[in-house]
């Protein structure tokens, strides 16, 4: 099918977004809590050579930014990614993916809110924390009943919370460092010396690959575009620049964070049972440190999981007006049965988790990443494929992005056998893939409701055109 005619399909969602707005949507899903406890883990693997892998990653982040933005200037559309995939790589595809991006977000909801449990024990004690989670998912579910607005401004500002003490960590961990030690020629010297003789390319390339995994999330991007508001005074490419400038954003910050906890570490190890910027607070001794950071963890987790929710419930949006889920789901408006599925499923897997919690979290984690990953590689083969049919004026020399991008994004698929955490994830995701495959083989080429208010013969509801 044709892009403009998936566009008309999935047409009837207000733009009520600002471009601020779409910057902390960015912000929110990939800032997590391993960046601002420290990003132990990477930095454990590779040492303050982590830096450098980060470095890396941050321009296969940028560089699927750049594709993703292309493509989303020219075509926004609520399906994102996932109805680039179907216009440029066949209908089939445009299942698949989306099939294995509400699996990843319902997943993620699932198991990454079980996270909290340990600070909601912490705050009330007297009550089951696996109750107290369920009443949150509940909450974010009725937050998002409210509307995009609602959804759009509560984000902005735990976007706003977690950003702005993530430059405070930054800040105190540069100064203690610098007061330990502040930095000489020959200190410098020593240092790059000290951490080139001890950086392996194994280990580069596995923190490396731990690093682009942390970039995963700025593909909503692409789907929180199709609800961004771009001035009319703004060219069509205008989308694409505030797409790219808030990747930028969201990159530096995360390059930085790793770059002062690499810096600090260097002069304060850390004890095992801390990670970097908990130990770093302690020792800057700050009043109510302990509770300022619990209270950012919640923060955080809260923050991912509410762009989760969205995206996914924009992606289950998607898969009914192609036909792939019942119809009730893709009626426009507030989008409160598309919303409600992706957070009741998330319930059933978090119960699953609270019988089974090992075998439940494995599983679910690697099908996340492993889709995430492989979707990742189809927005850079749909590229190649957006530039070959003249997505930009000058051809398809920007063809040579997306065959970068999946060369790299291949690579990586490959090294998380090599890495224990990430062992298990092609040993589920790839039969997860291959479920997902035949069943697109068995489905029907079917375009879907061609009109956003086809929901009902030929009833129309122009409630779906308008915000309520």
Same mark, same amino acid.
């Given at each position: 099918?044709?892009?403009?005619?998936?566009?008309r399909r999935e047409?009837?969602?207000?733009?009520?977004f *600002?471009?601020?707005?779409?910057?902390?949507?960015?912000v929110?899903?990939?800032i997590s809590?391993?960046?601002v406890s420290?990003?132990?883990?990477?930095? +454990?693997?590779a040492?303050?050579?982590?830096v450098?892998?980060?470095?890396a990653?941050?321009?296969?982040a940028?560089?699927l930014?750049?594709?993703l933005?292309?493509?989303?200037?020219?075509?926004? *559309?609520?399906?994102?990614f996932a109805?680039?995939?179907?216009a440029?790589?066949?209908h089939?595809t $445009?299942?698949?993916v989306?099939a294995?991006?509400?699996?990843?977000?319902?997943t993620?909801?699932g +198991?990454?809110?079980a996270m909290l449990e340990r600070?909601?024990?912490?705050?009330?004690?007297?009550?089951p924390?696996?109750?107290?989670?369920?009443a949150?998912?509940?909450g974010?579910n009725?937050l998002?009943l409210?509307?995009?607005?609602?959804?759009? %401004? /509560?984000?902005?500002?735990?976007?706003?919370?977690?950003g702005l003490?993530?430059?405070?960590?930054?800040v105190?961990?540069?100064?203690?460092?610098?007061?330990?030690?502040?930095p000489?020629v020959d200190?410098?010297?020593?240092?790059?010396?000290?951490?080139?003789?001890?950086?392996?390319?194994?280990? /580069?390339?596995q923190?490396? +690959?731990?690093?682009t995994?942390?970039?995963?999330?700025?593909?909503?991007m692409s789907?929180?575009?199709a609800e961004?508001r771009?001035?009319?005074r703004v060219?069509?490419?205008g989308l694409?620049?505030?797409?790219r400038?808030?990747?930028w954003w969201?990159?530096v910050l995360v390059v930085?964070?790793?770059?002062?906890?690499? %810096?600090?570490?260097?002069?304060?190890p850390?004890?095992?049972?801390?990670?970097?910027?908990?130990?770093l607070l302690e020792l800057a @001794?700050?009043p $109510?440190?302990?509770l300022a950071? *619990?209270?950012?963890?919640?923060? *955080?987790?809260?923050?991912v999981?509410n762009?989760q929710i969205?995206?996914?419930?924009r992606?289950?949006?998607?898969?009914?007006?192609?036909g792939?889920a019942p119809?009730?789901?893709?009626?426009?408006?507030?989008l409160?049965?598309?919303?409600?599925?992706v957070?009741?499923?998330a319930?059933?897997?978090?119960?699953?988790?609270l019988?089974?919690?090992?075998?439940v979290?494995?599983?679910?984690?690697?099908?996340?990443?492993?889709?995430?990953l492989?979707?990742?590689?189809?927005?850079?083969?749909?590229?190649?494929?957006?530039?070959?049919?003249g997505?930009?004026?000058?051809g398809? @020399?920007?063809? %040579?992005?997306?065959i970068?991008?999946?060369?790299?994004?291949?690579?990586i698929a490959?090294?998380?056998?090599?890495?224990?955490?990430f062992a298990p994830a092609?040993?589920?995701?790839?039969p997860? %893939?291959?479920l997902?495959s035949?069943a697109?083989?068995?489905?029907?080429?079917?375009?879907?409701?061609?009109?956003?208010?086809?929901l009902?013969?030929?009833? @129309?509801n122009? @409630?779906?055109?308008v915000?309520i």
């Open positions: 099918m044709k892009i403009n005619q998936i566009i047409s009837g969602l207000p733009a009520v *600002t471009r601020g707005q779409l910057a902390a949507i960015a929110g899903a990939v809590y391993g960046v420290g990003s132990a883990f990477p930095l +454990t693997v040492g303050p050579a982590a450098l892998s980060y470095a990653a941050a321009l296969i940028l560089l930014m750049r594709c933005s292309d493509m989303t200037a020219a075509h926004p *559309t609520p399906g994102g109805s680039y995939a179907e440029f790589l066949g089939r $445009g299942f698949v989306r294995a991006y509400v699996v990843s977000v319902v993620i909801v +198991t990454e809110i600070v909601l024990a912490w705050w009330m004690p007297q009550v924390p696996s109750l107290v989670v369920i949150l998912l509940a974010l009725l998002h409210a509307g995009a607005r609602v959804f759009a %401004w /509560v984000e902005f500002a735990l976007s706003a919370v977690k003490a993530l430059l405070a960590l930054i105190i961990a540069c100064v203690y460092a610098f007061n330990a030690a502040p000489t200190g410098a010297r020593t240092a790059s010396a000290t951490i080139l003789a001890g950086m392996t390319g194994p280990q /580069v390339w923190a490396f +690959t731990i690093a995994m942390g970039f995963i999330g700025l593909e909503v789907i929180a575009g961004t771009v001035p009319a060219p069509a490419r694409g620049r505030s797409m400038r808030a990747a969201v990159v930085a964070g790793v770059a002062a906890s690499a %810096w600090f570490q260097w002069h304060e850390v004890a095992p049972n801390l990670t970097p910027f908990v130990q @001794k700050l $109510g440190a302990q950071f *619990t209270v950012l963890m919640a923060v *955080t987790v809260v923050s999981l762009c969205y995206g996914g419930s992606m289950v949006f998607s898969m009914a007006r192609a792939q119809a009730v789901l893709g009626r426009a408006g507030k409160r049965a598309p919303v409600t599925v957070v009741g499923a319930m059933l897997v978090y119960a699953a988790h019988v089974f919690p090992g075998v979290y494995v599983a679910a984690s690697s099908m996340a990443i492993t889709s995430l492989a979707i990742w590689m189809v927005i850079f083969l749909a590229y190649i494929r957006f530039q070959q049919l997505g930009e004026a000058r398809a @020399k920007g063809a %040579w992005r997306g970068v991008g999946v060369v790299v994004m291949m690579a490959v090294s998380t056998l090599q890495i224990d955490a092609l040993f589920y995701g790839i997860l %893939w291959l997902l035949l697109a083989l068995l489905l029907r080429n079917k375009t879907g409701n061609s009109h956003p208010d086809n009902g013969g030929k009833r @129309k122009m @409630k779906g055109l915000e």
